[in-house]
């Protein structure tokens, strides 16, 4: 319902305040979801977005506000939006907002600013409080004058969307959202074509040889071939030529994780050694793949390397071939290469099952017992039972992060997403809403049932963001939330009995932690046996709300997370003595 005291629109002078042209502007963007941690800063903006039926989910931190940006970005493909305010809130939102620009998402961060006006010389305000972010995200101006926020707002969603997308933060001063503007909605013209780098023909033909001539070639997948749609692509070279390929972070699925081609990078790295030569799509080598060098990779491996972004390619590891293109048009100019060469398929990519044998046995070992403490490896294996196909995932914590990475199976694309690689805790509960958010904006143009958002967390990182399932209640979201519960900052808890045989400030109880989700009005269960796990998660499943299950793990198992290499599935530290310890041929 609008304000009644903001100007409202005249046939005659087609008058309107800024709120209104903001709403607009996103409208003709097809942004029908905006994130917001409601107050007055936005309120004529949030008038006009009722009016236009933009749906706004409301959020209980600026950090969890971007988040669900972030998250439904992630999932549709299309620009995720958040609101908040600037003073006390931007402060806040720094680790949401580092984590999408990390993640390379298309997010915008429209910020309430306090009047220039109204700042003194020796004031508490900063004359710009866009100084905090501006070192985190790809960029962030602040609006000159009324009459140009909709050029501004143009600008942040152009930003945030083209070439390697990120995080745009637009400053907006409070007064300008009720500044009365002219506007013409015919004048306005609608957003353009987004223009991708196609790949030099050169390049590629120097990639297809490279491959052709490989015994052990490798994919590794990341966000970039997701966000560029390179899905179809990928699957049909891995399977015309029997190429495995390793996803990781949005990359995952993209080539159905099957243990044939399809790896999860977490769980299928000990392989990476044995590649010759290593095919790197839309993702950065950062800590999680060892930085590129050994011993993770072999010293003498080739690598093909494939981004959007020039300024990504050859860091840290020379790529002796260097692909400045989109993902998806790259990988069809290789399929087409290949043909052209005459290249045959590999007889198998047996090779990557032979090097996790080792690692493949021990984890099918643990979490078998029948009764007592419910092991990880339980709580993973039954909800891989029952996980559709076209599940979203989202992971969350340390340990339990660990114990999962061996068991969950991705089988589509936009279908996983987690911490990494800022790694900050508690950040997946509000992606998980953001997600949910866009499975049902899908749902709505497809006509096909809303996709499952599965979110699984620790009882530490939990309770970060948990007053965020307020904003699944109030928006009618529905997300299957798991608890590894071991009454604990396990990852802490258990490097301490390592080194020292004791532990200090990491029990934390386990809680009743399902009352959370009971006191906004959701499902909550708390499971103390093996064996109600898995009703619990049908229950979960055929729900119509929010269910969180809160499952009481044992809490001395990562203390084998710990010690045995073989279930160490992520690397909190890239030291020379970590690498060794946790990928050498001999233990991995």
């Known amino acids: 319902m609008a304000d009644p005291s903001a100007p409202t629109p005249s046939a005659a002078t087609n008058r309107l305040n800024g709120g209104e042209v903001m709403a607009r502007v996103l409208k003709r963007h097809n942004i029908r979801t905006v994130f917001c941690l409601a107050g007055t800063a936005h309120s004529q903006a949030l008038f006009a977005l009722d009016d236009l039926a933009i749906r706004v989910v409301s959020g209980r931190h600026e950090t969890a506000t971007v988040a669900s940006a972030d998250g439904f970005a992630r999932v549709s493909g299309k620009v995720g939006v958040a609101m908040i305010k600037g003073d006390q809130g931007l402060p806040n939102a720094v680790t949401g907002i580092m984590t999408a620009q990390l993640a390379c998402s298309p997010v915008v961060v429209l910020v309430s600013e306090t009047p220039a006006n109204t700042l003194e ?130 990359g995952r ?120 403490p419910i092991h990880p490896y339980r709580m993973a294996r039954d909800l891989m039972s029952v996980l559709p196909e076209n599940t979203i995932y989202v992971g969350d914590g340390a340990d339990i992060q660990n114990w999962m990475h061996a068991i969950l199976r991705i089988r589509s694309d936009r279908a996983y997403m987690d911490h990494s690689p800022l790694g900050s805790m508690g950040i997946g509960t509000p992606l998980a809403l953001g997600a949910a958010a866009a499975a049902r904006e899908i749902a709505e143009d497809s006509g096909e049932p809303v996709r499952p958002v599965v979110l699984v967390t620790g009882d530490g990182s939990f309770g970060f963001y948990c007053a965020e399932l307020c904003g699944a209640a109030l928006a009618g979201l529905k997300i299957v939330c798991l608890i590894s519960n071991d009454g604990a900052w396990g990852t802490e808890k258990h490097g301490q009995m390592k080194a020292f045989k004791k532990s200090s400030n990491c029990e934390l109880g386990q809680w009743d932690y399902e009352l959370v989700a009971k006191a906004f009005g959701l499902n909550g269960e708390k499971i103390e046996k093996p064996d109600d796990i898995l009703p619990a998660l049908k229950r979960a499943f055929a729900a119509d709300k929010t269910t969180v299950l809160n499952i009481l793990t044992d809490t001395e198992a990562g203390i084998v997370r710990k010690t045995d290499p073989r279930v160490q599935t992520v690397a909190f530290e890239d030291i020379v003595a970590s690498l060794k310890k946790h990928h050498t041929p001999s233990v991995a």
Request: aromatic letters at 6%; zero cysteines; proline letters at 6%.
């Open 121 to 250: 010389a020796e004031g508490e305000d900063d004359n710009d409080i866009l100084d905090l972010i501006k070192g985190h995200a790809k960029w962030a101006r602040s609006v000159p004058a009324a009459a140009r926020l909709e050029e501004f707002l143009e600008a942040a969603i152009a930003q945030a969307t083209s070439g390697r997308p990120g995080v745009a933060v637009l400053g907006i001063p409070q007064h300008f959202e009720a500044a009365a503007l002219d506007y013409i909605e015919g004048a306005r013209a609608v957003p353009g074509m987004t223009y991708r780098p196609s790949p030099d023909p050169a390049a590629i033909k120097a990639a297809a040889a490279m491959i052709a001539k490989a015994k052990h070639p490798l994919f590794l997948i990341g966000a970039g071939a997701a966000q560029s749609g390179a899905g179809p692509a990928l699957r049909q070279l891995t399977a015309t030529y029997n190429i495995p390929a390793f996803g990781n972070n949005l």
């Open 253 to 372: 699925g993209l080539v159905r994780e099957d243990l044939k081609l399809g790896f999860s990078w977490a769980l299928a790295q000990p392989a990476a050694k044995d590649a010759d030569v290593v095919v790197l799509v839309g993702s950065r080598l950062n800590q999680r793949f060892g930085y590129g060098l050994p011993p993770r990779f072999a010293s003498d491996a080739k690598f093909i390397q494939i981004d959007i972004e020039p300024g990504t390619l050859g860091r840290n590891r020379h790529a002796d071939v260097a692909i400045a293109a989109d993902a998806k048009l790259a990988i069809e100019a290789l399929n087409d290469a290949l043909a052209a060469a005459k290249m045959k398929p590999y007889k198998d990519a047996a090779w990557v099952n032979a090097a996790l044998t080792v690692r493949q046995s021990r984890i099918d070992e643990l979490g078998r017992e029948p009764s007592g």
